[in-house]
């Protein structure tokens, strides 16, 4: 079965990461679950510099409720990746956010993953309206479909 392509231009925003030493699991690559932590950077450096998310003291958090990922080729430290970002699907109190993995200067995806945040009253754990900054923040990301 082949996967869908996942390009570069496919996606809204870009964030850089380095590779740690100890991303690397014994066979020489980054661990399969590094990637999610990659992911969870991504979209929290977004929410915080663009939609205003404050994660010490703010009354709303995110909370990741499903994930998933798929590996199309390995990355290894001392590699320079991108991870891509776009919004799948913007809700009343959660979002679906799309991101890809990028060596530095490439076009295709190394792997492509998807997790969901239901923004919740952090005293509750209840849902909330995601909050009107982080909004326009997330609706800078939508892809058309």
Same mark, same amino acid.
């Given at each position: 079965?082949?996967?869908?392509?996942?390009? /570069?231009?496919?996606?809204?925003?870009?964030?850089?990461?380095?590779? /740690?030493?100890?991303?690397?699991?014994?066979?020489?690559?980054?661990?399969?679950?590094?990637?999610?932590?990659?992911?969870?950077?991504?979209?929290?450096?977004?929410?915080?510099?663009?939609?205003?998310?404050?994660?010490?003291?703010?009354?709303?958090?995110?909370?990741?409720?499903? =994930? =998933?990922?798929?590996?199309?080729?390995?990355?290894?430290?001392?590699?320079?990746?991108?991870?891509?970002?776009?919004?799948?699907?913007?809700?009343? =109190? =959660?979002?679906?956010?799309?991101?890809?993995?990028?060596?530095?200067?490439?076009?295709?995806?190394?792997?492509?993953?998807?997790?969901?945040?239901?923004?919740?009253?952090?005293?509750?754990?209840?849902?909330?309206?995601?909050?009107?900054?982080? /909004?326009?923040?997330?609706?800078?990301?939508?892809?058309?479909?």
């Amino acid at each position: 079965m082949s996967q869908p392509q996942h390009l /570069r231009g496919d996606y809204r925003h870009f964030q850089p990461i380095t590779t /740690r030493w100890h991303d690397n699991d014994i066979y020489g690559h980054v661990n399969n679950v590094v990637y999610y932590g990659y992911f969870d950077s991504a979209v929290n450096t977004y929410l915080i510099e663009q939609g205003g998310l404050d994660i010490h003291e703010g009354g709303v958090v995110g909370f990741v409720v499903s =994930s =998933s990922c798929d590996y199309f080729a390995s990355i290894a430290f001392p590699d320079r990746i991108e991870v891509g970002l776009r919004v799948g699907k913007l809700g009343n =109190s =959660s979002v679906q956010y799309e991101l890809a993995i990028f060596k530095q200067g490439e076009d295709e995806a190394c792997a492509a993953g998807r997790f969901v945040h239901v923004f919740v009253d952090r005293e509750s754990n209840r849902p909330v309206p995601i909050p009107e900054t982080l /909004r326009l923040a997330l609706a800078e990301l939508v892809i058309a479909t």
